[in-house]
Nanobody
Framework: QVQLVESGGGLVQAGGSLRLSCVVS????????TAWFRQAPGKERAFVGA???????SYVDSVKGRFTISRDNAKNTVYLQMNSLKPEDTAVYYC????????????????????WGQGTQVTVSS
């Protein structure tokens, strides 16, 4: 059974940093694109970024230069380092694995991803 478990969320002041972790069990994380999404209250789930099979990350414009996605294959874990956080980054953050093994490229639609983690809350105070 494949599981993704996020951790690392919390409350931080604007300008601060957090690192989220997504531990994958049941299969190799490096065989699938792993993405991060976020969902703010009253809004749809939105793509934040993802890391490709060859370890190259891609980001939505609003987080470029502030967020970094990386992967540790030995730990089967994908990370989301978030720096210079803003109140508008407040959301529940989810990691998710691509439905297709060994897919080339990165997709940004939530429908392309399954399974998902349970989510972790990130709150940025002003």
């Amino acid at each position: 059974q494949v599981q993704l478990v996020e951790s690392g969320g919390g409350l931080v002041q604007a300008g601060g940093s957090l690192r989220l972790s997504c531990v994958v069990s049941g299969r190799a994380s490096s065989d699938y694109v792993t993405a991060w999404f976020r969902q703010a209250p009253g809004k749809e789930r939105a793509f934040v970024g993802a890391i490709s099979l060859n370890g190259r990350p891609s980001y939505v414009d609003s987080v470029k230069g502030r967020f970094t996605i990386s992967r540790d294959n030995a730990k089967n874990t994908v990370y989301l380092q978030m720096n210079s956080l803003k109140p508008e980054d407040t959301a529940v953050y989810y990691c998710a694995a691509d439905r297709v093994r060994f897919r080339i490229g990165i997709r940004s639609r939530p429908e392309e991803y399954d399974p998902w983690g349970q989510g972790t809350q990130v709150t940025v105070s002003s």
